[in-house]
């Protein structure tokens, strides 16, 4: 992970790693280049769509618990106000 002493603002949203004189280029282990074959994705789509749909219903009930929360708070303060 690259810090924040390590990059410099270009642009507005460009960076630019600052390259130092102790930081070594390590070459990659194995890499090779077929032609005419195309690279698969290492996301399942689906998968992660259907995290996605079960991260937003567990959002949607937090919410509900939080209004349902605010509601009888609201509803406490305005019974004792009426005492």
């Not at 949203?13 to 390590?26: G, P, T």
């Amino acid at each position: 992970m690259i810090s924040n002493e390590e990059i410099k603002k270009i642009a507005k949203l460009s960076y630019l790693e600052i390259k130092d004189e102790e930081m070594e280029e390590i070459p990659a282990a194995s890499s090779e280049t077929i032609q005419g074959s195309l690279e698969q994705s290492n996301v399942n789509a689906v998968e992660e769509m259907i995290n996605l749909l079960d991260s937003y219903r567990s959002y949607e009930s937090c919410l509900k618990v939080i209004q349902s929360n605010d509601s009888l708070d609201s509803k406490a303060v305005n019974e004792l106000g009426r005492l």
